[in-house]
């Protein structure tokens, strides 16, 4: 999902209206509204939410958007696991063996006579990762300088609340540049639980050189549809030199 277009139609009005949450690519089954952060598609464990438990032993739950999960538990095998839709308190995910009970914040595990109620255990994300970029920018690199020739590509990596409708981009940016939106992801793994709404997300702008030349660039983080910054917006500056 790109991030752009969440704000994009929380300027047109409608963002209130769906309740803070995008519209998913496919309509999802759960009664509770998806993380707006896109989810990498790799290791579905890589981006899992984590649980720990009571008594030791962790829960490894990664949601899907077609209403399921699939969960392990103490690093064994992944289990497949559809939500019930049967279920009468909070939300449900079963198979003929397992049951995994989740409010966001803590699930319970039972499968045989095993059961286990563990509290969430939020990680923070890395930014997203750009293939071609002889360097890749994030907060901390503000100020700095860049040098490059003709044709190369740098990312700049930074938190931004596109739920409230700023999103980071090139402000007048020089004739021999071109920025462009790279992607974006959730900032930590709390962002993938179900009924998630809200949030910091990281946002990247790409940096091409199209001609040589020199100066500084400045992102600033703004509505789209406003023509200037907003006092209270951040800015991310950087020196660039192109040959």
Same mark, same amino acid.
């Given at each position: 999902?790109?991030?752009?277009?969440?704000?994009?139609?929380?300027?047109?009005?409608?963002? #209130?209206?769906?309740?803070?949450?995008?519209?998913?690519?496919?309509?999802?089954?759960?009664?509770?509204?998806?993380?707006?952060?896109?989810?990498?598609?790799?290791?579905?464990?890589?981006?899992?939410?984590?649980?720990?438990?009571?008594?030791?032993?962790?829960?490894?739950?990664?949601?899907?958007?077609?209403?399921?999960?699939?969960?392990?538990?103490?690093?064994?095998?992944?289990?497949?696991?559809?939500?019930?839709?049967?279920?009468?308190?909070? @939300?449900?995910?079963?198979?003929?063996?397992?049951?995994?009970?989740?409010?966001?914040?803590?699930?319970?595990?039972?499968?045989?006579?095993?059961?286990?109620?563990?509290? @969430?255990?939020?990680?923070?994300?890395?930014?997203?990762?750009?293939?071609?970029? @002889?360097? #890749?920018?994030?907060?901390?690199? #503000?100020?700095?300088?860049?040098?490059?020739?003709?044709?190369?590509?740098?990312?700049?990596?930074?938190?931004?609340?596109?739920?409230?409708?700023?999103?980071?981009?090139?402000?007048?940016?020089?004739?021999? @540049?071109?920025?462009?939106?790279?992607?974006?992801? #959730?900032?930590?793994?709390?962002?993938?639980?179900?009924?998630?709404?809200?949030?910091?997300?990281?946002?990247?702008?790409?940096?091409?050189?199209?001609?040589?030349?020199?100066?500084?660039?400045?992102?600033?983080?703004?509505?789209?549809?406003?023509?200037?910054?907003?006092?209270?917006?951040?800015?991310?500056?950087?020196?660039?030199?192109?040959?």
């Amino acid at each position: 999902m790109n991030i752009r277009a969440i704000a994009a139609v929380a300027g047109l009005g409608l963002f #209130a209206a769906a309740c803070s949450q995008p519209a998913a690519p496919t309509a999802p089954v759960e009664p509770t509204p998806q993380p707006v952060a896109d989810k990498p598609a790799d290791d579905a464990f890589a981006y899992a939410v984590n649980y720990e438990c009571e008594g030791g032993g962790v829960v490894d739950v990664a949601f899907n958007g077609n209403g399921g999960a699939v969960a392990r538990l103490d690093g064994s095998a992944a289990e497949t696991l559809p939500m019930n839709p049967d279920a009468q308190n909070g @939300i449900e995910y079963k198979n003929a063996t397992t049951t995994l009970k989740s409010d966001g914040s803590s699930v319970t595990w039972t499968s045989g006579a095993t059961t286990k109620t563990c509290m @969430i255990k939020t990680r923070d994300l890395p930014a997203p990762k750009v293939e071609g970029v @002889i360097r #890749a920018l994030e907060e901390k690199d #503000a100020g700095t300088s860049v040098e490059m020739k003709v044709g190369e590509k740098i990312s700049v990596a930074l938190v931004g609340i596109p739920t409230a409708g700023y999103v980071w981009g090139a402000a007048s940016p020089p004739a021999f @540049i071109k920025a462009s939106d790279g992607p974006g992801g #959730a900032t930590s793994t709390a962002q993938f639980t179900p009924g998630f709404a809200g949030g910091n997300h990281w946002e990247v702008v790409v940096v091409e050189a199209v001609a040589a030349g020199e100066g500084e660039i400045t992102l600033v983080q703004r509505r789209p549809w406003e023509t200037t910054a907003e006092p209270d917006a951040k800015t991310f500056k950087f020196k660039l030199k192109v040959s």
